[in-house]
């Protein structure tokens, strides 16, 4: 199967794929952790205009395409995080729900990694994980991420623990 699969920068052509699978893995992912009007909100902004902005303000976007077609995603720079020493973030990392399991959300971690290395050598890493998304967590410890901080996160009337993993030093 990884003979069809490609990481590559996302492109234009990619948005309106960029928007559904935001929607169908947030959906998937926080369906019952975030309070449904706010999920809701939070997946209408994110349409195949939203992308097409963040591409020219030229947030890094990586796509994992598998036969031909885009079924993850990951946003990534430099890390938002002041308190860490880790230089580079994963901001988002999603991968389509009929996709996930087979491996393919850890092959595309592994590209941003590679590619944030090389951006930012010997820096490290970091990603922000709800708390409450064990599956997420579970994903990033089986990854070699350490749990580092913690922080929270405000969504409509509720706030939400935020679980922050690192991947500290040479990320190659």
Known sequence: MTDHVDVRP???SDCHDLAEIHALAWYGA???LLQGVELQRLVARRTADWWQG???????????????????????????????????????????????GLGFGRQLFLAVRKDLAARQPHNGLAVQVLSENQPARNFYRALGGKLAASSSYRSGDTTHDLSIYAWPGDTR
């Open 10 to 12: 996302a492109t234009q």
């Open 30 to 32: 926080y369906q019952g």
């Open 54 to 100: 963040a591409l020219h303000r030229g947030v890094n976007i990586t796509v994992l395409e598998v036969l031909g077609k885009p079924a993850g995603y990951a946003t990534f720079g430099t890390s938002r995080l002041s308190a860490l020493p880790e230089g580079g973030e994963i901001y988002e990392l999603y991968i389509r729900p009929d996709h996930q």
